[in-house]
């Protein structure tokens, strides 16, 4: 079984100076963690915020990438890139894990296809459309409907990319940007990192029919493990906590990472979030369930978030747990074929086949 988380935001903790040849305090991804949960393969996201201008999300791009490119290559005895399903099946054999590279946002392609191939040269495989705000590329779910879907330029890139052979996420993305994914792109679409909006009714989560629409395609959606998405009841008990006032703590932490006062600043608050009643194996489970219930076995997986969250789920306070999952699943009647899929046969499957459609 070759375990696949397909989306964490570690590239911007990097930038924040974690090395992550150490085993970290405050950190929910590092090499040694990803070894001791048995992660073979995860996608590192180069996210942008909606907050900088296409040439400035641009610049910083390529400023995560150079980062995670030297923490990847200074650390060849543990870790090595990947590109293809047939890579991460090699790195595997070397007793390397594969790092994949995706790019959450695709503002930095600043409306241009050779943006796009270019990032594809430099080894990202997956683009998720757009983050927290409408693009030139699409509308967003956290977005003000700015072009009913997807933009011109949006459905330029989506062919652009199945003729590349580079994924196409939806996460983040509004449904009318879903549904003319669905009926644009020719290769299956994926989520990277979505639950369930039946269990959970965040904007963010994905409703039934587009789950099944997804499935349909072919393509696969990634549970993604953050409390806020997981239930409602959590969201509910982190607006109350009065917590959230407290999170521009991480804002001047990013401004300042080498300041060890704004790195204890935020510390703090995420360990008072930690302390709050949160979801975990079991929530994290139901979603998987239910995406199972509804569209079947070959169209789930998982896409944790981490480093991304600032409140990991109860008991899969790190990657180093996720092995708590597979034991969840498995007490659910889920047999070892059934999870080798979920941990990343469905997704690598996808990535094979968008990948051979390359033309
Ligand atoms: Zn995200």
Redesign the pocket.
């Known amino acids: 079984m070759i375990v696949l988380d397909s989306?964490c935001?570690s590239p911007s903790q990097m930038v924040r100076l974690r090395d992550f040849r150490r085993d970290n305090d405050h950190a929910q991804v590092d090499f040694p963690k990803l070894k001791a949960g048995g992660v073979d393969a995860s996608f590192f996201?180069l996210?942008t915020p909606n907050r900088l201008a296409p040439a400035e999300a641009h610049a910083y791009a390529l400023r995560l990438l150079d980062e995670l490119d030297r923490q990847v290559w200074e650390n060849g005895d543990l870790v090595a890139f990947a590109h293809s399903a047939e890579e991460v099946e090699i790195n595997k054999q070397k007793g390397l894990i594969s790092i994949l590279i995706g790019m959450?946002n695709g503002s930095p392609l600043m409306g241009s296809v050779a943006e796009m191939e270019a990032f594809w040269k430099r080894g990202v495989r997956y683009i998720?459309l757009c983050?927290?705000g409408d693009n030139d590329i699409c509308d967003s779910c956290a977005g003000e409907g700015r072009w009913g879907g997807l933009s011109p330029f949006g459905r330029e890139l989506v062919a652009a990319m199945n003729r590349q052979g580079m994924l196409i996420d939806i996460?983040?993305a509004a449904d009318a940007t879903v549904r003319d994914c669905l009926e644009y792109s020719e290769a299956p679409i994926i989520s990277?990192?979505s639950c369930c909006r039946a269990l959970a009714s965040h904007r963010?989560n994905l409703p039934d029919e587009l789950i099944r629409g997804i499935a349909e395609k072919g393509g696969v959606v990634q549970v993604?493990f953050y409390p806020v998405f997981l239930s409602d009841e959590f969201a509910r008990v982190l607006a109350d906590s009065g917590l959230e006032e407290r999170m521009d703590a991480e804002d001047r932490f990013i401004a300042n990472p080498a300041d060890p006062a704004a790195r204890a600043a935020w510390n703090e608050v995420q360990d008072a979030l930690i302390a709050l009643p949160r979801p975990g194996v079991r929530e994290i489970a139901d979603h998987i369930d239910h995406v199972v219930r509804i569209a079947g076995i070959d169209a789930v997986g998982i896409g944790t978030?981490f480093d991304?969250i600032e409140v990991p789920p109860s008991g899969l306070e790190t990657v180093a747990r996720l092995p708590l999952l597979f034991g969840e699943l498995r007490s659910r009647g889920y047999d070892e074929a059934a999870i080798a899929k979920i941990a990343g046969g469905n997704f690598l499957r996808v990535l094979r086949k968008v990948q051979e459609k390359r033309c």
Request: overall charge negative; proline content about 0%.
């Open positions: 989306h935001d996201a996210f959450e998720t983050h927290n996460a983040h990277t990192h963010r993604n978030d991304g």
